[in-house]
C-alpha cells in the first residue's frame, strides 16, 4: 500500500507515508466496527438507511 501511496503523494517522506497508511488502516477499522454494529442491531440499521435516505434526497448527484 504505501508503494500506491508514495505514487499519490511523491512529496512526502517514508516516515509521513507511514503515517498516511496508519491513519487509513485506522480509519477502516473504525468504519467496520461501525457497520458491524449496525447489522448487529436492527433497529439502528433502519434508523442509519432511513437517514441515509433523507441525505441522500437532500444531496441528490
Same mark, same amino acid.
Given at each position: 500500500m504505501k508503494s500506491q501511496?508514495? =505514487?499519490?503523494?511523491?512529496?512526502?517522506?517514508?516516515d509521513e507515508l507511514e503515517e498516511v497508511e496508519?491513519?487509513?488502516?485506522?480509519?477502516?477499522?473504525?468504519v467496520l466496527r461501525l457497520?458491524?454494529?449496525l447489522e448487529?442491531?436492527? =433497529?439502528?440499521?433502519? =434508523?442509519?438507511?432511513a437517514l441515509a435516505k433523507y441525505f441522500k434526497k437532500q444531496n441528490p448527484r
Open positions: 501511496f508514495k =505514487e499519490l503523494y511523491p512529496h512526502l517522506s517514508d496508519k491513519t487509513l488502516r485506522q480509519y477502516i477499522s473504525v457497520m458491524d454494529s448487529s442491531d436492527p =433497529e439502528a440499521m433502519r =434508523e442509519y438507511k
